[in-house]
């Protein structure tokens, strides 16, 4: 079971940490993912994390601001968000890919999301 955390309400050039919090299983083989939706829109691909959290993947609107990270000895993986932008605003949620080939269009597990807010 994942969970995440961190949201909340920050003004436009500000910074977020984000938490996913695994319960009830090992992350250690899993990649680890983070996507948000935006009101009215798809949910998309934000940032991906491997196992060894060498490998890392970013979609082209937050390379350079966001950094997916994680910490297999606690169960968690993170999402740093520097240089919050309005356009950033959206519910995010962490998912995980058992297994050894990533691909995020079949992710194995999805936690409840968490609302992030950029005002201008």
């Known amino acids: 079971q994942l969970q995440a955390s961190g949201g909340g309400l920050v003004q436009a050039g500000g910074f977020l940490r984000l938490s996913c919090a695994a319960s009830?299983?090992?992350?250690?083989?899993?990649?680890m993912a983070w996507f948000r939706q935006a009101p009215g829109k798809e949910r998309d691909f934000v940032a991906a994390v491997g196992w060894s959290g060498i490998w890392t993947s970013y979609v082209d609107s937050v390379k350079g601001r966001f950094t997916v990270s994680r910490d297999n000895s606690k169960n968690t993986v993170y999402l740093q968000m520097n240089s919050l932008k309005p356009e950033d605003t959206a519910v995010y949620y962490c998912?995980?890919?058992?297994?050894?080939?990533?691909?995020?269009?079949?992710?194995?597990?999805w936690g409840k999301g968490t609302q992030v807010t950029v005002s201008s």
């Open positions: 998912a995980a890919k058992k297994g050894a080939i990533w691909n995020r269009d079949e992710m194995d597990d």
């Open positions: 009830g299983g090992t992350i250690r083989f899993s990649y």
